[in-house]
């Protein structure tokens, strides 16, 4: 069975003594006193795939190195929940596609093996009460061939592929039309470029499965820099195959849970991680960093902060960050995504030849996929709500958004939805160490006049996270690549310091 927590129980971290310090007068004094002082070479911020990748590697090239986790767990955005039987699924990032070498690479490395997202069947479109099955490998992957919208969306798609290979994956600020296409937002050009209600609808879907927002929300630019990033440097990306599931980034699912990698990637740093530690404070001056959590003071030579650039706004800073990283990370806001999964003893839809993937307006969820164990059993339906439905959802009952869900599941495959054995939702916009998903994205004039802040170190600190990866930007592939690059940017940092400490 693969174990969901790491706890503290496995690795260094201690709350212990949080309630005793609540107590007294002022608390934060006394803890301030009670903090214990480690040093180390290079301490990583963060342990979700980006920080542990970053650890390994430093790891490997014999350097020191100590991870701070605010969590009591490590995966940050990749989570698994156990549903029986010692299975899980994931409430979390999840699939794994084509291109996504690294990712792919580093689950090898560590025993994880992949498995195919179930696709056999039709899957189902909804659209005004109207259920149409249609062939899952059809010309337009999973986008519904809605024949009053297929030919607008179809040019749609065609559109923003071609304009999306003119923007440079690691300068998107770069791009010829930068400009242009940074005054504006996706719905603008949407507004501009389909004509039909159902181009539109369909548009707007994939905006939303995709960024976990809505087209008003992004930068025309951003979302061409997001298109070309899904891929790599010998296949450039395109939207199709951030919407497909073969050939997609949904074609694949690791089997005992994405978040494995995670805990594997700790238990081989074994000590080096530290949970409960939410770093606050990061001050720096030519000597070295400092890195101060509620009871450990860190000191050490580098810090690498790895995570969404709107968490790094919850960190203090002294000296303050330079102006364009200080305003960057008040612009790059995060997705909003509540991810729901129902139970069932068998995946019944499965032998009424469907894939158990819907696309349709059956509110709050638009989008669904069959996310059972490998071997089929039990079956789980996985639904989405995502950017405005999760906005309005979000703050709802939950037993009024629960009820909503499985009407929406029942729309789509049937009243047996209805009653499900379990049902598990995790809505990523609450939980205060993550604030949102999938990723953070850019609105209008954030990559123009701020995008090279995203990966420009501060003096010590350097920035890793899956939104600073140019390739596969704000998927795991992506997080992993990022600690891949800062490792490398550390080590050189490390190998000057070496070179001119050797001159002296
Ligand atoms: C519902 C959902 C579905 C997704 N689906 C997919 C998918 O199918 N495929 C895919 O590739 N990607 C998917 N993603 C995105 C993917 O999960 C992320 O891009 C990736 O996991 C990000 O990794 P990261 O290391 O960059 O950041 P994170 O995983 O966010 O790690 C950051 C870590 O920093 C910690 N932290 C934050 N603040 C502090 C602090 N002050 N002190 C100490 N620690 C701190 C956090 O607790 C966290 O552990 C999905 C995400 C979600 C939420």
Known sequence: MADTRLTRRGLLGGAAAGAAVAALPDAALARRRRRRTRRTEVVVIGAGLAGLTAARDLVRARHDVLVLEARDRVGGRTLNAPIGGGKVVEIGGQWIGPTQDRLSALARSLGIGTFKTYNTGSNIYLRRGVRTPYASDGPLGPIPPDPTG???????????????????????????????????????WKQAHTTTDAGRFLLDVS?????????????????????????????????????????????????????????????????????????????????????????LVVEAERAIVAMAPAMTRHIHYHPALPEQRAQLIQRYPNGSVIKCEAVYPEPFWRREGLTGQAVGD????????????????????????????????????????????????????????????????????????????YEGYAPPGVLLDYGPAIRRPVGRVHWAGSETSPI??????????????????????????SRRSAAA
């Open 472 to 497: 596969w930007n704000g998927y795991m592939e992506g997080a992993v690549r990022s600690g891949e690059r800062v490792a490398r940017e550390v080590r050189a940092a490390l190998r000057g310091r």
């Open 207 to 295: 905006c939303q499965a995709v960024f976990a927002a809505e087209p008003r929300d992004l930068s025309l630019l951003f979302a061409l820099f997001y298109i070309h990033s899904a891929g790599n440097e010998r296949s450039p990306g395109t939207l199709e195959r951030l919407t497909n599931t073969p050939g997609g980034a949904q074609e694949s699912r690791f089997v005992g849970g994405s978040q494995l990698i995670s805990i594997k990637l700790a238990r081989k740093l074994g000590h080096r991680v530290l949970l409960d530690q939410p770093v606050r404070r990061i001050s720096q001056d030519r000597h070295g960093v400092r890195v101060e959590c509620d009871r």
């Open 362 to 437: 059956a509110d709050p969820v638009r989008v669904t996929f069959d996310n059972s164990p490998p071997d089929g059993s039990p079956g789980v339906m996985l639904g989405f709500i995502e950017g405005e439905q999760a906005r309005k959802w979000g703050s709802r009952p939950a037993a009024e958004r629960k009820a909503a869900v499985l009407r929406s599941f029942a729309a789509y495959f049937g009243d047996r939805m209805l009653s499900p054995t379990r049902y598990i939702e995790k809505n990523w916009t609450e939980d205060r160490w993550t604030r949102g998903c």
């Open 150 to 188: 297929v030919a607008d969306v179809a040019g749609a798609l065609a559109e923003l592929d071609r304009m999306a290979r003119e923007v440079p994956l690691d300068a998107p600020w770069k791009a010829p039309k930068a400009k242009e296409w940074d005054s504006q937002t996706l719905e603008t």
